[in-house]
T-cell receptor, first 109, second 113 residues
């Protein structure tokens, strides 16, 4: 079966750096997405990786290793507004999105 | 630019009552449209997707149904709600850019009592 694993919850301190990992086992691979979801709201797109390596977008970066079935989302200079759930999703060979359950990130002052 | 709207935002329904959630997309034609459900603390579950008017694919057997009466309108329905239908329902469409990521409507929180 297809599976995406990410930690259920993480805690970090304002101003610090946090890395959220995602490992996947899917039928084929056509890209990996990270979304941010604040409580009670819809997910919003953060980043997309289809080739190995690091994609940087401001305070957020996302890394992909296809051979290891692994990605991480790196958040720098954490702000209180970064408290949210972060969802990892992989597009498989049928172009269907497989979703992880999300990582709830708690930022403490 | 593309926009997507869904309503109602919140509803509380008794078991056995009907349901209708509506989603509309603007700024694009012939979009792929999706209905997802998100239970508390769980990932997104794809319920239905549609590639065109009257074309609906169901991903999971359930008492829900979907219809696409117009190109940019997608409706999620039920004739008789179950307790297990409670959740956060999200309509989504694909961004027309290179990556094709999904972007979502505001969501509809359904509580079945």
């Amino acid at each position: 079966g297809q599976n995406i694993d990410q930690p259920t919850e993480m805690t970090a301190t304002e101003g610090a750096i946090v890395q959220i990992n995602c490992t996947y086992q899917t039928s084929g691979f056509n890209g990996l997405f990270w979304y941010q979801q604040h409580a009670g709201e819809a997910p919003t797109f953060l980043s997309y990786n289809v080739l190995d390596g690091l994609e940087e977008k401001g305070r957020f970066s996302s890394f992909l290793s296809r051979s290891k079935g692994y990605s991480y989302l790196l958040l720098k200079e954490l702000q209180m507004k970064d408290s949210a759930s972060y969802l990892c999703a992989v597009r498989d060979s049928n172009y269907q999105l497989i979703w992880g359950a999300g990582t709830k990130l708690i930022i403490k002052p | 630019s593309q926009t997507i709207h869904q309503w109602p935002a919140t509803l509380v329904q008794p078991v056995g009552s009907p349901l209708s959630l509506e989603c509309t997309v603007e700024g694009t034609s012939n979009p792929n449209l999706y209905w997802y459900r998100q239970a508390a603390g769980r990932g997104l579950q794809l319920l239905f997707y549609s590639v065109g008017i009257g074309q609906i694919s169901s991903e999971v057997p359930q008492n829900l149904s979907a219809s696409r009466p117009q190109d940019r309108q997608f409706i999620l329905s039920s004739k008789k709600l179950l307790l297990s239908d409670s959740g956060f329902y999200l309509c989504a469409t694909e961004w027309s850019g290179d990556t094709g990521e999904l972007f979502f409507g505001e969501g509809s929180r359904l509580t079945v009592l």
